[in-house]
């Protein structure tokens, strides 16, 4: 799977990929993250990450990290984490991706 992100904001931004354990859905991780006041350090204890990039925008510049990561059968959530704003980080998860065979 390859994913590319287009910006529209200043600042700086994470993508992130969690693994979820076998009996957590999706729209749980999704109502985790509405309620929790610090999607960077609050994360759920049902979930683990494997795979974070770095995304930097400014003054019309874009950088960014790549890389790849090894999927076993599961569910996994993709979560792109702003943390340009005033009042913190805000998550926003944006994609779902169930691994059925390895």
Excluded: K
Excluded at 34 to 40: S, Y
Excluded at 54 to 74: C, K, M, V, Y
């Amino acid at each position: 799977v390859t994913a590319a992100l287009h910006l529209t904001s200043l600042g700086h931004n994470e993508l992130s990929i969690v693994r979820l354990e076998e009996d957590r859905t999706y729209p749980e991780l999704v109502t985790y993250l509405e309620q929790t006041a610090d999607p960077v350090t609050d994360r759920p204890s049902w979930s683990s990450e494997v795979f974070v990039v770095e995304l930097l925008h400014e003054a019309g510049e874009r950088e960014g990290e790549s890389g790849t990561f090894t999927a076993t059968q599961g569910t996994y959530a993709v979560i792109c984490i702003d943390h340009s704003g005033s009042a913190g980080p805000i998550a926003q998860p944006i994609a779902e991706i169930t691994i059925i065979a390895p």
